[in-house]
């Protein structure tokens, strides 16, 4: 199994982006779903979170501008973040619980995408 971060870059305050990730290879299921983000020197830290059925979670300091989705057809989860702050800026990974047959679930981590909010 192999996950494929895509998405970040370079925005300006107040702009938009958005994240991908794509899991590919041997696939019974995906289940929770989830982003993170890390700024140098600081701990990783959960930004948003969604179940099979489509139920969300999100930190306060993203509530509202921030939109988590995921396309399980596809085994693709997306993360839409609006009104972007400077605060923002830092390496995105996501994170998902995958199951290769029925019995057998791990969690797998992308390689993580920068984005930089700056004007």
């Known amino acids: 199994v192999q996950l494929q971060a895509s998405g970040g870059g370079l925005v300006q305050p107040g702009g938009s982006l958005t994240l991908s990730c794509a899991a590919s290879?041997?696939?019974?299921?995906?289940?929770?779903m989830e982003w993170y983000r890390q700024v140098p020197g600081k701990q990783r830290e959960s930004v948003a979170g969604?179940?099979?059925?489509?139920?969300?979670s999100y930190i306060d300091a993203v509530k509202g501008r921030f939109t988590i989705s995921r396309d399980n057809a596809k085994n693709t989860m997306y993360l839409l973040m609006d009104s972007l702050k400077p605060e923002d800026t830092a390496v995105y990974y996501c994170?998902?619980?995958?199951?290769?047959?029925?019995?057998?679930?791990?969690?797998?981590w992308g390689q993580g995408t920068l984005v930089t909010v700056s004007s």
């Open positions: 994170n998902l619980e995958i199951f290769s047959n029925r019995w057998a679930g791990r969690v797998y």
């Open positions: 290879g041997s696939i019974y299921s995906v289940t929770w």
């Open positions: 969604i179940t099979t059925s489509g139920c969300t």
